[in-house]
C-alpha cells in the first residue's frame, strides 16, 4: 500500500543534541513538508521540497534543516539552536499538480520531547 | 499572507444531531482549495472534504457537507447523524493553485469535537 510512513513515533532528546526525524512515501509525489504541531496553534510549516536536492524554508524555519537526495525521503533535523523542540512533528507529501485530488498525505507523526 | 481562522475551540454534539464548525479565511487569490481535515486520538490527518473555489456548488461526502460562501469568505462544515467516531479535532486548511509547484496548506487553529451519548 502506498503511503507515507515516520519514524520513530516517540522520540526523546536531551537538551544540546540534534536529532533527526525520519519520513519516507512511496506515493511517487514530488512534493514533501514538515509541520509542526502545538496545542491551540494548528500546524505550521517549517519545510517544504518541490523537487529533489531543492527545498524552501516554511513560517517556521529556524534552529530546524532538512535534506531531499531522494524523491522518496524528507528527513527533519531538529538542531540545538531550536528552542522550544518539544512538538509533534508531521510529515505530509503532495504532487505538483496544480488541481490534485487531494490537499496532501500525511504521515503518522513523531513526538519529539526534550528531556 | 492568506490566513485561516477557526474562531470555535471546543464543539459538543449529541449523538445524531447535527454540528456545523465555523471558518473563514483571508486571501487575494481567486483560485484555490479549501480542505477539512480531521484529527483523532490517534493524530493521523485525515481528509475528510475539498472545495475548489471556482466551483459555486458545495460539496459533499456522506454525513459531510460544506457552505462555501466565496465572496465572504467562509467554509463551514456541517456533520449530520453525527456519530461517536466523529469526535476529533478538526481542521480548515487552504492552498493556493499553482501550476508545477508544491502547493502549501495553511491551516487554522482546529476545532476538538466533542459527540455525547
Known amino acids: 500500500d502506498g503511503g507515507i510512513t515516520q519514524s520513530p513515533k516517540y522520540l526523546f532528546r536531551k537538551e544540546g543534541q540534534n536529532v533527526t526525524l525520519s519520513c519516507e512515501q512511496n506515493l511517487n509525489h514530488d512534493a514533501m513538508y514538515w509541520y509542526r504541531q502545538d496545542p491551540g496553534q494548528g500546524l505550521r510549516l517549517i519545510y517544504y521540497?518541490?523537487?529533489?536536492?531543492?527545498?524552501q524554508k516554511g513560517d517556521i524555519a529556524e534552529g530546524y534543516s532538512v535534506s531531499r537526495e531522494k524523491k522518496e525521503s524528507f528527513p527533519l533535523t531538529v538542531t540545538s539552536a531550536q528552542k522550544n523542540p518539544t512538538a509533534f512533528y508531521l510529515c505530509?507529501?503532495?504532487?505538483?499538480?496544480?488541481?490534485?485530488?487531494?490537499?496532501?498525505?500525511f504521515g503518522q507523526g513523531t513526538r519529539l520531547t526534550v528531556v | 499572507a492568506q490566513t485561516v481562522t477557526q474562531s470555535q475551540p471546543e464543539m459538543s454534539v449529541q449523538e445524531a444531531e447535527t454540528v456545523t464548525l465555523s471558518c473563514t479565511y483571508d486571501?487575494?487569490?481567486?483560485?484555490?482549495?479549501l480542505f477539512w481535515y480531521k484529527q483523532p486520538p490517534s493524530r493521523q490527518m485525515i481528509l475528510v472534504i475539498r472545495q475548489e473555489a471556482y466551483k459555486q456548488q458545495n460539496a459533499t461526502e456522506n454525513r459531510f457537507s460544506v457552505n462555501f460562501q466565496k465572496a465572504a469568505k467562509s467554509f463551514s462544515l456541517k456533520i449530520s447523524d453525527s456519530q461517536l467516531g466523529d469526535a476529533a479535532m478538526y481542521f480548515c486548511?487552504?492552498?493556493?493553485?499553482?501550476?508545477?509547484?508544491?502547493?502549501?496548506?495553511?491551516f487554522g487553529t482546529g476545532t476538538r469535537l466533542q459527540v455525547t451519548l
Open positions: 505530509a507529501s503532495s504532487t505538483t499538480r496544480a488541481r490534485g485530488p487531494d490537499g496532501a498525505f
Open positions: 521540497s518541490q523537487i529533489v536536492n531543492d527545498f
Open positions: 486548511a487552504y492552498r493556493v493553485i499553482y501550476t508545477g509547484t508544491a502547493s502549501k496548506l495553511t
Open positions: 486571501t487575494s487569490e481567486s483560485d484555490y482549495y
